[in-house]
């Protein structure tokens, strides 16, 4: 083999194996340390976490994303998602704010902390999570009515996003994508019956006088025949 294969499979084992720690990392966000703002001091390298946001698919598994090649789900279904949130350090974290932004077309149902309508956030806060410790928190959405989905759409996806803060600095955001199917009704088909033929009634003519002539007759012998039988 020569060299420029070998240097050629090198970098192609390179790209792979960092596809792969790329996808590993997007699966749960990790902390991190930043600038305090106002005080100007950097925040405790020592507190490590990491934050994951699931979504339960249609068979009641949590996964980390549902894309257009999975279950969807419709109108006025209930859609679940959850948070895991675990102490990577040595150091117990005294408390970490989290913030989950519903996405538009899905509708808060119940979670813990206080959601806030207005800009469709759940707040909670996260106390004395020791190393190694995993929190975790369930939330219940509903999708919207189908008349409130775009109408010029079959599915749509949408993405829930989660930020933790920590107390001294440290931040951790992760998301979760999920795909709704708006239910598309079909006006009925006009069904066309065939027209009934109408029956034609004989005109009355000429030839309709004698028998006419024959109704006075006919009453007449109804009458006498009566008498007779009275008599």
Do not use: H
């Not at 966000?29 to 100007?40: A, M, R």
């Not at 995993?134 to 509903?142: D, G, L, M, P, V």
């Not at 999708?143 to 989660?162: H, R, W, Y």
């Not at 079909?186 to 030839?207: D, L, N, R, S």
């Amino acid at each position: 083999m020569n060299k420029a294969i070998r240097a050629g499979l090198s970098i192609g084992l390179a790209i792979t194996t960092l596809g792969f720690i790329t996808l590993a990392a997007q699966a749960a966000g990790t902390s991190n340390c930043q600038v305090i703002y106002g005080g100007g001091e950097v925040c405790d390298e020592n507190i490590k976490y990491s934050i994951d946001k699931l979504v339960k698919n249609t068979s009641g598994t949590f996964v980390d994303n549902l894309n257009t090649n999975d279950s969807k789900y419709s109108a006025s279904q209930n859609v679940e998602f959850k948070i895991i949130i675990q102490n990577t350090g040595n150091t117990r974290i005294n408390s970490i704010k989290v913030e989950d932004t519903l996405p538009q077309y899905l509708e808060y149902v119940s979670g813990a902390g206080n959601y806030d309508a207005n800009s469709r956030t759940l707040t909670f806060i996260v106390t004395n999570l020791d190393a190694g410790k995993k929190a975790e928190y369930t939330i219940s959405t509903k999708v919207v009515e189908n008349a409130s989905l775009p109408q010029d759409k079959g599915t749509i996806c949408v993405i829930n996003n989660v930020k933790a803060i920590e107390s001294r600095g440290n931040t951790a955001q992760d998301s979760s994508q999920v795909c709704i199917e708006r239910v598309i009704t079909k006006k009925p088909t006009p069904q066309v019956f065939e027209a009934t033929p109408v029956k034609k009634i004989p005109e009355t003519g000429p030839e309709m006088l004698p028998l006419l002539g024959l109704i006075p007759a006919g009453i007449a012998g109804f009458a006498m025949r009566r008498k007779f039988k009275l008599s």
